[in-house]
């Protein structure tokens, strides 16, 4: 069964400019999360979907995030624009949903961030 | 509001020997606790799930154990090896939370051959 797929793996922009990453969930897997995590930090989640809906969103900046999951499968994080403190890895995870609030979530590889 | 403190944040061993990574919760009211691997550059790789109903689970060498009514968990790791050099990350889903894995900020391992 493949797992959670991320791209890029990489990426380095210059402040202000766009970016944006993509995740692929284990399939069937209808919860999906966004999680940042900083050098030397646990992650922390941005924002969570179950399928299409996005369901807890409050830990997202809305003023420069934007996130999507059209169709209820992969899912696209937007940073617009860029700023140096947005430097971090962004992890996507995926659970089943079958064991509600109890499921393991298994994380893809992550994108890391550079913000020159 | 939760926290998850996990100590040391650093620990290097010899090769072979038993060790034990602790992880600690303000905020018993938990579903779960997850124990997590990190290689350098590399996403979680998940390692043991336990229910808030469960004291323990183990796969190969690694054992967790956990004690809601006193905020902590342990990795327990046998005969380590090399190999095992990575972060390893707590993380627990509150009740407050409610999904939302909550993370320590990991202990690096470093098992010398």
């Known amino acids: 069964e493949a797992g959670v797929v991320q791209s890029p793996r990489y990426k380095i922009i210059e402040k202000k400019q766009p970016v944006a990453f993509w995740c692929n969930p284990i399939?069937?897997?209808?919860?999906l999360y966004w999680y940042r995590q900083n050098l030397g930090q646990g992650p922390e989640l941005l924002i969570r979907?179950?399928?299409?809906?996005?369901?807890?969103d409050s830990q997202l900046p809305k003023d420069r995030f934007s996130a999507e999951r059209l169709k209820g499968v992969d899912s696209t994080l937007k940073i617009q624009p860029a700023e140096l403190g947005d430097s971090a890895v962004y992890l996507c995870?995926?659970?089943?949903?079958?064991?509600?609030?109890?499921?393991?979530?298994?994380f893809g590889p992550g994108t890391r961030l550079t913000v020159t | 509001k939760q926290e998850v403190t996990q100590i040391p944040a650093a620990l290097s061993v010899p090769e072979g020997e038993n060790l034990v990574l602790n992880c600690s919760f303000t905020?018993?009211?938990?579903?779960?606790l997850q124990w997590f691997r990190q290689d350098p550059g590399k996403g979680l790789t998940s390692l043991l799930l336990?229910?808030?109903?469960?004291r323990e689970q183990t796969s190969g060498r690694l054992n967790a154990s956990l004690d809601k009514s006193s905020g902590r968990s342990t990795l327990y790791i046998a005969a380590s090896q090399p190999g095992d050099s990575a972060t390893y990350l707590c993380?627990?889903?509150?009740?407050?939370?409610?999904?939302?894995?909550?993370f320590g900020s990991g202990t690096r391992l470093l098992v010398r051959p």
């Open positions: 905020d018993s009211a938990i579903y779960n």
């Open positions: 336990i229910q808030s109903s469960q």
């Open positions: 399939s069937g897997h209808n919860t």
């Open positions: 995870a995926s659970s089943s949903g079958e064991a509600g609030v109890s499921d393991e979530q298994y």
């Open positions: 979907y179950e399928n299409e809906e996005a369901v807890d």
């Open positions: 993380a627990v889903v509150d009740m407050d939370s409610s999904y939302k894995l909550i």
